[in-house]
Each structure stands twice: as C-alpha cells, then as structure tokens.
C-alpha cells in the first residue's frame, strides 16, 4: 500500500469538494481532490444555482459559463392556477439564479481547483485508517492507495462514505428523498415547478420540475421525499406521465420526449450526521445540507464547503468545532424547521393539498408570492427589508419552533413502493394502482406580485 501525505483531503469533486480544495489551496495547504469518476462528467441535478451560489461565486472570482440566468419562478398548485413567484435582490445575494448543466459546472469548479494548487487523484475511497474513538489519519481507496492527512472534508453526495466509514452516518434520523431527471427538447423561459396531487385533494409527496437548459435541451424531472426511510421510489412511470401532462398544457412541444434518465438520493434539512466531528468536517449533500421544501443544494453546498475550508485554515486542532458553530449560524435558523415542515405535510397530504391550492389561487397569491418565494428559496436572512420579507421572517420563525421536535415520527409513504427504477416507457395513461393521478387544468393565468 503506498502513501500519499497531504495537509488536507477532500473527497467528492463536484460544487462543494471543488469549493473547499479552492479555498484551501487558496490559502496555502496541500490538498487533494479525489473522485472515482473522470471528468468532465455529469450528475443527476436540476442544474439550477440560486442566488447565494451565483453570490458565492462571484466572491470567489470563478467564472462558470453559463445557460441562461433564472429569475422569477412559476409554481403550478394542483388546480392548475400558476403563481409567479419574484426573485428579489437581497442584501447578500443577487436577485437572480443561473442554469448551468452540472457536466459544466462540476468541470469549471474542479478546473479552478487544480488551477489553485490541488492534487486531482482519481479513486474510490473504500476504508479509513481510524485510530480507535480517535482521529481519521488517513482514506484507503479501493485500489490500495493510503491518503494521509491531517484534517478530511468529506463532500462526496447524500450516501457519503467518509462519513459512514467514519461513524458520522446514522441513517435513520436522515430525512430522505430520491428524484430523477432527464432532458428534454424545450426552450422554456421561466423554472417551473408543478406541485400535483397524487389523488383528488391528496398531494404527491414531491414535486416535477421544467428548467431552462442549455442549446434547446430543458431539464425535466420529478423528486420525492421519503421521510426517514430510506427506499428506492418507482419514478420513471411518473416521470413520463408528468413529461404527457406538460406537453397537454403546452410547456412541451407534442413530439417532444426525455432524454435517457439519470436519478440520486437527496439527504435534507441537516439531518443524518453532524457536521463535523474529530477532524473530520461533512459538505454539502454529505452534511444532509438540501433545502427540504425545493430541494436545492448546489448553493448550500458551496456555502458550507467554504466555510469548512475557512475554518481549517484558521487552525485545524478547532476546526470541527468552528465549523459546527458556523453551519449552525448559516443554515440553523432555516433548514430544522423547513424539514419539520416537509415531514409534517407528508403526513397530512390532504392538509398540503389544500394549502398549495389556496397559496396558487388568484386572489391569495397576489398577496403571498413574495413571502413564498423567500422562505421557499431559504432567502429570509439576508433579504432585503420588504413586506414580505418581514411576513416570510415570521414564516421562518413559527417553522423554527416547529424545527425544534424535529425528528418527528416518519410519515407513511407506503404508496411508493421499494424497487428499482422503473426501466419501461408507460404511456401517457390512465395512473395505475398507487400511482399519482396528473391530471390538472393546463390554466396559464400567472399574474406577478409587484
């Protein structure tokens, strides 16, 4: 076994592995950058980076070419109504998001970082050297390489095995999702996210999306949440029923279909590992850090991944204490109770049901559109001093209290049943035994609140 000795290894190279080599090699230490996989390649993902990451990498002076910038979002609720919600500029954040295919992105990241001084090592991490209730002093990859370091960021997805091999991982007190996505022939001009009922007046426990991509290829997928089960979910049938119900309401030309499908597990709201122990620190996806009610996680993945590396540098022996106190800072006042209150209208799909109608109806979402868009999107700190910002704040504040008797009981999804993906191409038909009924009113009437 031969060793390679290093200040710090990341492991995972997409947005927030890329990230934390950056800043790291940035400020001077040694790092290496593993991953199994040869890049450029691409990643299950909406492709769509909110404002605090198009923020971040603005700061961070990495320019990433991009598909197009994201502004206001449509929400279509069960009844068909579209509600525009507005993108507002806030006071640490632009007002916009930008698409950027993760194939590109991942790349320009990973690029940048080795442009900084990383180690890129290609390699599967399949054990730790772990001193008994002790330190990690080194990853051992699949094909006999021993990683020695000081300090280890793991950032390597939802399922991360540096935190399971390390002990962090305790998977039943994780919130869980799976989405999958594909492309499609469209050019859309505004994201769309279509939140459906399963049945009549019973919501569908996750959303589909349609976003804008790049050369006339949209991204198009469906996601769930699964509570604290962790199970796959048959999603190709839904994925193919939602692609039918945009091509009737004209989102989608008639001919058009997805593209070949690719899906990942979503680990939410923080849960599941703590964000750091030893001298081992979690980022992104491996640190559960999804947003639970519109599952981004690009954003908050690059946002943790610096502040991991900032806190290294500032001293590795307090490193994992500086970074658990951050984490909280950034991401406490929101993400706890955005998944006490994903979990909690799971459980009361009637209840969802009705509240996305009433927040999509005409006379509601005037109103309220601004206030969603802010705690939806985990823009409430930061956000410039509006009406609705002060409103989403007291949102925020409630869902936080909300927040502190989470974890909850796990709700019953037993209508996803366990299995792999489906690989047929169901037509557009009528939804079969325990599948979710799509069929809404294809109504455009979206108004956008000043």
């Known amino acids: 076994m031969t060793t390679q000795r290093f200040d710090v290894v990341v492991a995972g190279a997409g947005p927030a592995g890329s990230v934390a080599a950056l800043v790291l090699a940035r400020g001077g230490a040694r790092v290496a950058l593993v991953d199994k996989a040869a890049f450029p390649r691409d990643k299950a993902c909406g492709d769509l980076v909110g404002p605090r990451g198009v923020g971040l990498l603005d700061e961070l002076g990495v320019s990433v070419p991009d598909a197009g910038q994201g502004a206001d979002l449509l929400v279509v609720g069960p009844s068909g109504h579209r509600s525009r919600l507005p993108a507002f500029r806030g006071r640490t954040y632009p007002g916009h998001g930008v698409v950027i295919p993760r194939m590109i992105l991942d790349d320009a990241l990973r690029t940048a970082a080795l442009e900084a001084g990383a180690e890129p090592i290609r390699g599967r991490v399949s054990g730790v050297d772990q001193v008994p209730g002790g330190p990690v002093r080194a990853l051992i990859t699949s094909d006999g390489r021993r990683l020695a370091a000081d300090a280890f960021v793991g950032a390597d997805g939802a399922l991360s095995p540096v935190a399971r091999l390390a002990g962090l ?16 022939p469209a050019e859309v001009p505004l994201p769309l996210l279509v939140l459906l009922d399963q049945a009549p007046w019973r919501i569908y426990p996750g959303y589909g999306w349609l976003f804008p991509g790049a050369a006339g290829q949209a991204n198009v997928g469906i996601g769930v949440g699964l509570g604290t089960r962790r199970r796959q979910a048959r999603l190709r049938g839904d994925l193919d029923r939602f692609a039918a119900l945009l ?5 989608l030309a008639p001919e058009a279909r997805p593209g070949p499908v690719t899906g990942g597990w979503l680990r939410m709201g923080g849960t599941g590992t703590p964000p750091a122990a030893g001298n081992v620190l979690l980022a992104g996806d491996a ?18 991944a610096r502040l991991a ?5 500032a001293g590795p022996g307090h490193a994992a204490a500086a970074y658990t106190d951050a984490v909280t800072a ?17 459980r009361r799909p009637r209840t969802a049901s009705a509240g996305v109608r009433l927040l999509t109806a005409p006379p509601v979402r005037r109103v309220l559109a601004g206030t969603w868009s802010l705690y939806w999107n985990g823009l409430v700190d930061g956000a410039t001093p509006r009406p609705a910002a002060w409103t989403a704040a007291a949102v925020q504040r409630v869902a936080s209290r909300l927040g502190r008797r989470w974890p909850a009981n796990p709700p019953d999804l037993s209508h996803l049943e366990p ?21 809404t009113s294809p109504a455009r009437d979206d108004a956008r609140p000043s």
């Open 330 to 346: 950034t991401f406490g006042r929101y993400l706890p109770g955005a998944a006490a209150l994903q979990a909690t209208l799971l």
């Open 247 to 251: 091509r009737t309401a004209g989102d």
């Open 419 to 439: 299995g792999p993906l489906d690989p047929g191409h169901p037509g557009p038909g009528p939804p079969g035994p325990g599948q979710p009924d799509l069929v």
């Open 309 to 313: 590396a900032e806190c290294l540098l």
């Open 169 to 184: 991982l305790d998977p039943d007190t994780a919130l869980w999702g799976f989405a999958i996505r594909a492309y499609i």
């Open 287 to 304: 640190a559960g850090l999804i947003n639970p009610l519109q599952g981004e996680g690009i954003g908050p993945g690059m946002v943790s």
